[in-house]
């Protein structure tokens, strides 16, 4: 075992200790600072984040890491973390917010710039020391981010140790770090979040994406064909929530397959579809890193592809759901999928059918004006969220004009193997004690509770 760990742990808790007896404001202040001191350097990690991993676009990480700095900022305004959080006179309880401790907080290469703020303002709200282990490809921009955040613990007086960095990130390094922290959040692959539920401490973790979004023949189709390029380009597909399918009501398919050619969709011919499957599951079963959140010009000549100047993403026309074909499943790059379907149970139908090959209860989404068709999506769908009339990968994980909170770790429920569907945020980075005081008694209403049953079977 390392002792680089137990040095890290060490620091930690000295430095959670020092600030486990602030008032809010105080803390609201360091909060504050540290967001805006990593806020202002957005355009500097930004800018390195492509530099290093070879992913995704300058103007949309910059964007991304100012945005999610902000919106946690904002969703954080007002939150109480300290003594006595609420108060429920008629049911006598008292709530009592408590930090958790130490965080070990793994990140992605994908998002390796506004994960980190994501995850270190809530936990330093909520009183805690966090110790990030970063995607090895992405661990100088993960440093650059840290040393952002550091200016702001340092102009408030607060101690560094607050937040801390894996350097050198290793898979065993980060395993050893996960089993000796007293929470850890998760952002990665299957192989990661499985690793994190296996060391031994309570993980918040994430499934895998895969998002189908529905287009019914109510919908606003220009708009609707401009929201999901957007989305589905944003930073070069990079997110988990990116669109990965399209299904089309059948009567409006052709009108949305032109209005997204018209956004820069290219769509690829039977034969450049094969070459294009070849390229990017090589040996049929697992994605070519290669490809990932790359320019759509370097796909489409890696796969012997000639696409018109001006094109944002490749589009295929989806055959048939099943293992067999790899279209159905997350593909992290500038590639879409479009289905066809004929009446709306065919869609809710195709989204469980999908989903359970890949992306299992992490979520889906609709453009549509027809009420009845999004509650029953919302009534049928097993996802954690749905996003309506939006672009996908910009609203699942917090957007100013929707009320999802900010975050970049969204949890699938027991349908992708994770303790909550909710989007991972300040609520979880606390421990709350619930004080009880006696109150006059509620005894149970034996006719209220038992009285339909009585009436239809009796009481023998």
């Not at 999610?68 to 429920?88: A, F, H, S, Y």
């Not at 966090?130 to 981010?145: D, E, M, Q, R, S």
């Not at 890696?302 to 993403?313: D, L």
């Not at 009420?371 to 029953?376: F, Y």
Request: charged content about 20%.
């Amino acid at each position: 075992m390392s002792t680089l760990i137990d040095e890290l742990i060490v620091k930690a808790r000295a430095a959670q200790a020092e600030i486990e007896s602030w008032p809010q404001e105080k803390l609201d202040l360091m909060t504050a600072a540290v967001g805006w001191e990593t806020y202002k350097q957005a355009a500097a990690i930004a800018k390195l984040a492509v530099e290093e991993t070879n992913m995704g676009v300058y103007e949309h990480k910059k964007l991304k890491h100012e945005k999610k700095t902000l919106g946690t900022l904002r969703d954080l305004q007002g939150v109480k973390t300290v003594g006595l959080i609420e108060e429920i006179p008629e049911k006598g309880l008292l709530k009592f917010a408590k930090p958790v401790g130490v965080i070990g907080a793994i990140t992605p290469v994908t998002n390796c710039e506004a994960t980190l703020p994501s995850k270190a303002l809530p936990a330093l709200k909520a009183r805690n020391a966090i110790i990030f282990g970063p995607h090895p490809k992405a661990k100088k921009t993960a440093k650059l981010v840290c040393e952002s955040m550091w200016a702001g613990l340092r102009k408030v007086g607060a101690p560094l140790d607050l937040i801390q960095l894996l350097e050198e990130p290793t898979i065993d390094l980060s395993k050893e770090l996960m089993s000796k922290v007293d929470l850890v959040i998760a952002t990665g692959g299957g192989a990661l979040v499985k690793s994190a539920y296996s060391s031994g401490t309570p993980a918040y973790g994430v499934g895998a994406g895969n998002a189908v979004v529905i287009v019914d023949e109510s919908a606003d189709l220009a708009g609707a064909a401009k929201k999901i390029v957007i989305g589905k380009t944003f930073d070069n597909a990079t997110s988990c929530s990116s669109e990965n399918s399209v299904v089309l009501q059948a009567a409006i398919y052709d009108q949305m397959v032109a209005n997204l050619k018209a956004e820069g969709g290219y769509m690829c011919s039977d034969a450049e579809r094969a070459k294009l499957q070849e390229l990017m599951w090589p040996d049929g079963v697992h994605l070519n890193g290669a490809i990932v959140a790359k320019p759509v010009e370097l796909i489409a000549e890696m796969a012997g592809i000639a696409i018109p100047a001006g094109t944002k993403m490749l589009m295929v026309e989806g055959k048939h759901i099943g293992n067999d074909d790899p279209f159905c499943k997350e593909k992290l790059s500038l590639v879409l999928t479009v289905w066809k379907y004929e009446k709306f149970p065919d869609a809710i139908r195709m989204i469980a059918d999908i989903t359970a090959l890949n992306g299992r209860g992490h979520s889906c989404g609709i453009h549509s004006t027809n009420e009845d068709h999004i509650r029953e999506l919302g009534a049928k769908a097993n996802v954690s969220r749905i996003m309506v009339n939006q672009s996908h990968s910009l609203g699942n994980s917090g957007n100013y004009n929707n009320g999802m909170p900010f975050t970049l770790t969204l949890g699938c429920g027991t349908w992708g193997g994770n303790i909550t569907t909710e989007n991972i945020h300040w609520k979880h980075y606390m421990n709350v004690t619930w004080l009880s005081k006696p109150i006059d008694p509620v005894e149970p209403d034996q006719e209220a509770i038992f009285g339909a049953y009585w009436k239809e079977y009796g009481r023998d």
